[in-house]
């Protein structure tokens, strides 16, 4: 086991790493832009190098920097947490190079992944099923349709180089692919300074499913049951969920089968996400892997009861799984996330936090880098807290989380919360009778169609 | 040529701090067949290092243990120019362990003159100084590790 690790990352997942270490008997070393001076993760690591000024391209996505903090403090693994540099193959390569252990997949298993088109392809040899697309990047509009034709509509085009919704666009007919691909090629262009865009399939009516899988460095693979995303607006996720009120027992033992095979066959050797799409006939269709710890994980550590963190830690210092192939789930689990944001604009609301009360009690867990008096700065996302609820059946985890949003207080900020709320208490989400559509209808219910 | 040694370094730098604490810039002294001229230019601003700092070296020496960041005074720091670390890496006040370092406390700077290195991931960066002036601080020791931003010199910054 190591006994110091860098956290290259910022916010709740820093600290929830940092928590993890520190349950290991690890050192910790927080790395900071100049606007996380006073921000928790640098405050509660047991030490600390400032590595840049507020652009994350300046800081924290500053290699070099990153690098040399680790270099200096003699920490032996950097934890990439998510975003960031967390998918980015050249820097779990340099790392490697540099001797220090990429707290994450091989590099090579990052690039694989990244690309979209060699990752369906893969998966199409590991017998997961794959919507129709096209096998390659589509450069221009000529092309667009000539493959939307083939297939159908409607399509989604999304960026080659994306990731957490950005670049995504759906298309129902011609008229609106030829108003959408330009729009799309520049949302990716200016999100990942590349406009390549992919054309797929796109289900109407379909789940945002995702299957947890965990590797070792000895050929171990074990794939945890499914979380629930189809709460999403603009592919933004909001509320998560284990399990899915939508898949019984024998879908999640063929999906938990599927994924585990692919992650053996292709030798995945950390935490990892497949993401599915799954329509109303139970089929369910391969969309991408992560190669990171997830911001939703926690609903999987709470249903199963494992710390997959520490799991991913073990497992880089070369430990053997510990995570059992048969356990079963305990409950029923939400996720909030609660977002600086205004619940009706969505437009992000940064600024300090004048007082703030977290829920807490039985079942209430909260993943939060926030503290009164502390000034969220406007550099970063907007996630402020993860309020995380569980308890033995669907009905009393969501009256559980209803309890502790009402509890919760946040003043100085605009927050989610009220949306969050709302959503609680709509009827098909009671139901749980609801897809990835759910917050358009949503909206329009709700008389605020907001874009 | 006897009376040469009537006057050693001691007395000298004794003539030059009681100039400096006038502000003369010039001073004529004649013993016994010796005589003595001391002279010294004086650019405009360099009089007001004197409230800011009377005795740079031992302050820099007293200043660095405690709080290596930390401002060494807080009367005129607007007449200080910081140069800061650009990045993550180990401070080098010299080109290699036997050659005398690139600058010292007092010492007067070019723009464009290097002041330090900084290794980082086996590179040596040149650290130049951005301005004209006097070297006044330098509050990282030879060797230590430096975090980007942080402060590494304070010049006194001369009128173009």
């Given at each position: 086991?190591?006994?110091?690790?860098?956290?290259?990352?910022?916010?709740?997942?820093?600290?929830?790493?940092?928590?993890?270490?520190?349950?290991?008997?690890?050192?910790?070393?927080?790395?900071?832009?100049e606007s996380d001076r006073n921000s928790l993760h640098t405050i509660l690591a047991d030490e600390k190098v400032c590595i840049g000024p507020s652009r994350a391209a300046d800081s924290y996505l500053n290699i070099p920097n990153i690098l040399g903090a680790a270099e200096q403090t003699k920490a032996e693994a950097i934890h990439p947490g998510y975003g960031f540099l967390a998918e980015n193959p050249r820097f779990a390569e340099i790392c490697e190079s540099s001797g220090i252990i990429f707290i994450g997949p091989q590099p090579a298993m990052i690039?694989?992944?990244g690309n979209k088109s060699l990752a369906r392809q893969e998966m199409r040899k590991s017998h997961l099923y794959i919507l129709p697309g096209s096998n390659e990047v589509v450069q221009d509009?000529?092309?667009?349709?000539?493959?939307?034709?083939?297939?159908?509509?409607?399509?989604?085009?999304?960026?080659?180089?994306?990731?957490?919704?950005?670049?995504?666009?759906?298309?129902?007919?011609?008229?609106?692919?030829?108003?959408?691909?330009?729009?799309?090629?520049?949302?990716?262009?200016?999100?990942?300074s590349d406009a390549s865009l992919y054309v797929e399939k796109y289900l109407d009516n379909s789940r945002h499913i995702e299957i947890q899988v965990v590797g070792d460095k000895h050929g171990n693979v074990v794939a945890l049951g499914e979380r629930e995303?189809?709460?999403?607006?603009?592919?933004?996720?909001?509320?998560?969920?284990?399990?899915?009120?939508?898949?019984?027992?024998?879908?999640?033992?063929?999906?938990?089968?599927?994924?585990?095979?692919?992650?053996?066959?292709?030798?995945?050797?950390?935490?990892?996400?497949?993401?599915?799409?799954?329509?109303?006939?139970e089929r369910y269709y391969f969309m991408e892997a992560n190669t990171r710890v997830q911001v939703e994980h926690p609903v999987?550590?709470?249903?199963?009861?494992?710390?997959?963190?520490?799991?991913?830690?073990?497992?880089?210092?070369?430990?053997?799984?510990?995570?059992?192939?048969?356990?079963?789930?305990?409950?029923?689990?939400?996720?909030?996330?609660?977002?600086?944001?205004?619940?009706?604009?969505?437009?992000?609301?940064?600024?300090?936090?004048?007082?703030?009360?977290?829920?807490?009690?039985?079942?209430?867990?909260?993943?939060?880098?926030?503290?009164?008096?502390?000034?969220?700065?406007?550099?970063?996302?907007?996630?402020?807290?993860?309020?995380?609820?569980?308890?033995?059946?669907?009905?009393?985890?969501?009256?559980?989380?209803?309890?502790?949003?009402?509890?919760?207080?946040?003043?100085?900020?605009?927050?989610?919360?009220?949306?969050?709320?709302?959503?609680?208490?709509?009827?098909?989400?009671?139901?749980?009778?609801?897809?990835?559509?759910?917050?358009?209808?949503?909206?329009?219910?709700?008389?605020?169609?907001?874009? | 040529m006897d009376e040469n040694k009537k006057i050693d370094y001691e007395e000298i730098s004794k003539l030059v701090s009681f100039l400096e604490e006038k502000q003369l810039t010039e001073f004529e002294l004649e013993v016994e067949g010796f005589k003595i001229k001391i002279s010294r230019a004086v650019p405009q601003p360099v009089p007001q290092i004197k409230p800011a700092s009377p005795n740079p070296g031992t302050q820099a020496e007293k200043a660095q243990p405690q709080a290596p960041a930390a401002p060494p005074v807080s009367q005129a720091p607007e007449e200080f120019h910081y140069i800061t670390s650009p990045m993550v890496g180990t401070f080098y006040r010299a080109p290699n362990p036997t050659s005398p370092s690139f600058v010292e406390i007092g010492e007067e700077v070019k723009k464009g003159q290097?002041?330090?290195?900084?290794?980082?991931?086996?590179?040596?960066?040149?650290?130049?100084?951005?301005?004209?002036?006097?070297?006044?601080?330098?509050?990282?020791?030879?060797?230590?590790?430096?975090?980007?931003?942080?402060?590494?010199?304070?010049?006194?910054?001369?009128?173009?």
């Open positions: 086991m190591f006994s110091k690790i860098l956290i290259a990352n910022r916010g709740e997942i820093a600290l929830r790493v940092i928590r993890a270490a520190r349950e290991l008997g690890l050192n910790t070393v927080a790395v900071y832009s690039k694989l992944m509009l000529p092309e667009a349709k000539k493959i939307a034709k083939k297939m159908g509509y409607p399509v989604i085009l999304k960026a080659a180089a994306g990731g957490g919704g950005k670049g995504m666009r759906i298309a129902r007919t011609r008229a609106q692919l030829e108003e959408q691909f330009g729009l799309a090629q520049n949302e990716a262009k200016a999100s990942f995303c189809s709460i999403q607006r603009k592919h933004q996720k909001i509320i998560e969920e284990s399990p899915s009120p939508f898949v019984d027992d024998r879908l999640r033992k063929r999906m938990i089968k599927a994924a585990e095979d692919a992650a053996r066959r292709i030798g995945y050797q950390s935490l990892g996400t497949f993401e599915f799409l799954v329509d109303g006939q999987t550590e709470m249903v199963y009861g494992v710390d997959l963190v520490k799991e991913q830690i073990r497992i880089a210092a070369g430990e053997k799984l510990s995570i059992k192939d048969d356990i079963g789930m305990i409950g029923h689990c939400l996720e909030c996330r609660i977002n600086a944001e205004d619940p009706v604009t969505f437009s992000p609301s940064p600024g300090t936090i004048d007082f703030m009360l977290l829920p807490g009690g039985h079942g209430i867990r909260v993943d939060s880098a926030a503290y009164q008096g502390w000034q969220i700065p406007p550099d970063y996302d907007s996630l402020v807290a993860k309020i995380i609820a569980l308890a033995p059946t669907r009905p009393e985890a969501i009256r559980k989380m209803q309890t502790a949003l009402e509890m919760t207080t946040i003043v100085g900020i605009k927050t989610n919360l009220p949306l969050h709320l709302a959503i609680l208490a709509d009827s098909d989400f009671a139901k749980g009778s609801y897809d990835t559509q759910f917050m358009e209808r949503f909206q329009q219910k709700n008389g605020n169609n907001h874009k | 290097t002041l330090c290195i900084i290794e980082a991931m086996k590179l040596m960066n040149e650290i130049e100084s951005d301005v004209d002036g006097v070297v006044l601080e330098i509050y990282v020791e030879n060797g230590k590790p430096v975090e980007y931003g942080q402060r590494l010199f304070a010049v006194q910054a001369l009128a173009a």
